[in-house]
C-alpha cells in the first residue's frame, strides 16, 4: 500500500544517518556547499537551525556594533521601535519575553541609529526568524545584519528591482505579465515586502523559518527573484481568472504568499533553482552590484527602461560552444548580414513591419518554423535572443525593438535582446587578460569561434555495436581478450593502439537519430536532469523494452554520451512535483511482499514528462507478464 511504501521509504532515509553526517559536517566546519548537499530535498531538524544559520552566515565569533551599545535608546523613532519589538515578542515561544524583547529593542535601535535611516516596519519583520535562534543578543544582530548585507536588494526605494522582477515574468509568462500590467498594477505594489523581508512579513513563522532554512544554506541572493516568478506562475489561474476588477487582482496578489504551507517549501526553493537555471544570467553581472551592494542611479534608470531581458555577447558564445541554448535573430540590414554574422544566425528584416506587414508576418512564421526546426536537430534553443547593430538612435534598433514588442504582444516566452548588438562580439572582454608581454588579448570574433566550434566537433560519431549491445543489454559480459595474430579479426576491426592520447569517450559517442532506429528503443526524450542543489543539465532519456537510460549531450550536436542504464523492474515509484508535474523523479529499488527497499533516485524536468511517464509504466506492466 502507499502508506506502507512511504513507512518503508521512511525508515530507509532514517537508517542513512543523514542528520549525523549533518552533525559531523558542521563540527568540521565544512563549507556551505557540503551543508546544502546534505539537507537537499529534506527539512532541517529545529534542534540544528541555530548552528547550520550560524555556519553558514559566518557569524561565530564575530563582534557587532551592539557590543558598544550605550543603552541610550533615544532615536526620534524610538516609540515606534518600542512598539515594533513588543509586536515581535507576542509571536515569540521565549521562556523570558522580558530579556527578549529588550534584546529586539537593543538591536532595531542600534541598527536604525548607525545606519541613520528612518524606523521601517519591513527591516523589523527581519528578525522574526532570528529572535527565537538560541543566540546571545550579539549573534542575534550579526544574523540580522549579515541577512540584511548579503540577501535583502539595496534598490528597494527606487523600485527598479520591481522592473527586474516583471521582466523575468515576462520572459517566463508574457501572457500573465501584460494581464498583470493591463490592470495598471506595478510589482513594488504587492511584493515590496516580499523583497523586503525575504518573505518573513508576510508568511507563516514556521513556513518562514523552513524557507530560510535553504535560502541560507543556497547562498544565492537572486533566488528571491525567482521565487516570486514561480509563485505567480503557480497561480497563474487565479490571476488571468480577475478580467477587470484592479482591486481584487492585487488583493490576491497580495496574499500569494500566505498561501505557501511549510511541506510547499523544498518545491518552491527547487522551483526557484530550475527557473534561475533557464534564465540568461547576463542581467546578474550587469546589475549585481547596484542592487544588492550600492544603488547606481545610472544602472537603475537602467533597468526600468529595458522592454525585455538584457544578455550579454559572452554568454551567448559561451552557449554556442556548449549547449545552443539560444537561438539568434540577425535583424541588422541584409547588407550588414551578409558581411558579417554568426553561423546560426536567423536574418529577419523588421523593416519590413512598417513596410509590408504581410510579408513581415510570413517572415516571422518562417522564423518560428526554422527555430522548431534547429530545436529537433539540437542546432539552436528555444531562447529567443534579438541583435541589431548596437547604435541605440538607429532606425535598425528601434525597428528591431517593434519586432520585439509584437513577439512579446503574442506572447511569445524566452525573448530577449543582445547589449550591444552585434559589434559587440568584437569587442574587448570587459576584464581583459594580458599575456607576457602586456597587450590586451581581444574576445573571439565570431570567425575564430567558428573555427573553436570547427575543432570541438571533429570527434567521431560512429555508432558502435558494443556501446548499442551494452545499453540495451547491459548485464552482457564483455567479450574476452584474443591472441595477438587475430588482431586484424573482425572482432578487433578498425581498433586503435590500446595506449594513445585520445579520449575514451570518443568511442561511446551515439547518433541520436541511430539510437532512435533501434528496434528496441520505445521512446526517446529530450529533458534536463535535476541535481541534488537544484542546477539542470540537459540530457535524454531512452526506454526501451527493458532499461531506462540517461544520455548526456555528445561533443556535438545530434550526439550524445551514456551516463547511466537501469532495468525498469528496479523502478519501484515514479513520483511528480505538485506545483510542477514536469520534474518527474525515478526511485530505484526492491519490492518484496508490499515491502519496499530504496536504494537510489534520479530526478528530471521533463517538458513530456505525462508521455514519459506512460510509456515507463507500460513499459513495466509488459514486463510483470
Not at 555495436?465 to 595474430?485: A, V, W
Request: contains cysteine; proline residues 5%.
Amino acid at each position: 500500500s502507499l502508506l506502507q511504501e512511504t513507512q518503508s521509504i521512511g525508515r530507509m532515509e532514517d537508517s542513512t544517518n543523514w542528520v549525523l553526517e549533518l552533525e559531523e559536517a558542521l563540527l568540521d566546519e565544512a563549507p556551505p556547499q557540503q551543508i546544502k548537499v546534505l539537507l537537499a530535498g529534506r527539512p532541517l531538524p529545529s534542534s540544528l537551525r541555530t548552528d547550520v544559520w550560524s555556519h553558514c552566515l559566518e557569524i561565530n565569533g564575530r563582534k557587532s556594533k551592539i557590543e558598544k551599545f550605550d543603552d541610550v535608546y533615544d532615536h526620534p523613532d524610538q516609540s515606534e521601535i518600542h512598539k515594533a519589538a513588543q509586536d515581535l515578542v507576542k509571536e515569540s515561544k521565549s521562556d523570558n519575553p522580558q530579556l527578549l524583547q529588550a534584546d529586539v529593542e537593543s538591536i532595531l535601535t542600534v541598527y536604525f541609529k548607525t545606519s541613520g535611516q528612518k524606523f521601517s516596519q519591513e527591516i523589523t519583520h527581519l528578525l522574526k526568524p532570528i529572535i527565537d535562534l538560541s543566540l546571545t543578543r550579539n549573534e542575534k544582530y550579526c544574523v540580522f545584519q549579515t541577512v540584511l548585507d548579503r540577501f535583502i536588494p539595496k534598490s528597494i526605494e527606487t523600485s527598479s528591482i520591481f522592473d527586474l522582477a516583471r521582466l523575468l515574468l515576462l520572459y517566463h509568462d508574457p501572457q500573465l505579465c501584460n494581464h498583470i500590467d493591463s490592470l495598471k498594477i506595478s510589482f513594488h505594489q504587492f511584493s515590496r515586502s516580499w523583497f523586503a523581508s525575504l518573505m518573513a512579513a508576510d508568511c507563516d513563522p514556521e513556513v518562514t523559518v523552513q524557507l530560510w532554512d535553504l535560502y541560507l544554506v543556497n547562498m544565492d541572493p537572486w533566488i528571491i527573484f525567482f521565487m516570486v516568478t514561480v509563485m505567480l506562475v503557480n497561480f497563474r489561474d487565479n490571476i488571468l481568472e480577475v478580467e477587470n476588477d484592479r482591486a481584487e487582482l492585487l488583493a490576491r496578489l497580495s496574499r500569494l504568499p500566505s498561501q505557501i504551507e511549510a511541506e510547499d517549501i523544498p518545491d518552491l526553493v527547487t522551483l526557484a533553482q530550475v527557473y534561475s537555471t533557464r534564465t540568461p544570467s547576463s542581467f546578474k553581472n550587469s546589475y549585481e552590484c547596484t542592487v544588492f551592494t550600492q544603488p547606481d542611479q545610472k544602472l537603475d534608470d537602467e533597468m526600468k527602461s529595458l522592454l525585455c531581458l538584457p544578455v550579454n555577447a559572452d554568454e551567448i558564445l559561451a552557449s554556442e560552444l556548449v549547449n545552443f541554448q539560444f537561438f539568434v535573430v540577425d535583424c541588422r540590414p541584409a547588407e550588414q548580414y551578409n558581411s558579417g554574422h554568426l553561423s546560426r544566425a536567423f536574418h529577419l528584416d523588421c523593416g519590413l513591419m512598417l513596410q509590408d506587414p504581410a510579408q513581415f508576418s510570413t517572415a516571422c512564421s518562417a522564423l518560428l518554423a526554422f527555430q522548431q526546426s534547429a530545436l529537433t536537430a539540437q542546432a539552436g534553443g528555444e531562447h529567443l535572443v534579438f541583435l541589431g547593430d548596437g547604435q541605440a538612435e538607429s532606425d535598425v534598433d528601434s525597428n528591431m525593438m517593434m519586432a520585439v514588442s509584437r513577439f512579446l504582444q503574442k506572447h511569445s516566452k524566452f525573448i530577449s535582446v543582445l547589449v550591444g548588438g552585434y559589434p559587440s562580439f568584437h569587442q574587448e572582454p570587459q576584464s581583459p587578460v594580458r599575456n607576457g608581454s602586456q597587450d590586451l588579448v581581444p574576445e573571439p570574433s565570431p570567425n575564430k569561434l567558428d573555427s573553436i566550434k570547427t575543432n570541438l566537433k571533429m570527434k567521431s560519431a560512429n555508432l558502435k555495436d558494443s556501446l548499442i549491445n551494452y545499453m540495451y543489454n547491459p548485464s552482457t559480459q564483455e567479450p574476452k581478450h584474443i591472441d595477438y595474430s587475430k588482431r586484424g579479426s573482425k572482432l578487433y576491426k578498425n581498433t586503435g593502439d590500446v595506449f594513445c592520447l585520445e579520449d575514451d569517450e570518443d568511442e561511446n559517442v551515439v547518433e541520436l537519430k541511430d539510437l532512435e532506429k533501434q528496434s528496441d528503443t520505445i521512446h526517446l526524450a529530450a529533458c534536463q536532469r535535476v541535481g541534488e542543489t537544484g542546477l539542470l543539465s540537459p540530457c535524454h532519456l531512452l526506454i526501451s523494452t527493458t532499461q531506462l537510460v540517461v544520455l548526456n549531450p555528445g561533443p556535438k550536436p545530434g550526439t550524445c554520451l551514456p551516463s547511466s542504464s537501469r532495468h525498469l523492474s528496479s523502478i519501484v515509484k515514479i513520483t511528480s512535483k505538485k506545483r510542477q508535474p514536469e520534474i518527474i523523479t525515478f526511485k530505484f529499488g526492491t519490492s518484496q511482499n508490499d515491502e519496499v527497499t530504496v536504494f537510489d533516485m534520479d530526478r528530471f524536468f521533463i517538458p513530456t514528462a505525462g508521455k514519459v511517464t506512460s510509456v515507463v509504466k507500460t513499459q513495466i506492466e509488459k514486463l510483470k507478464e
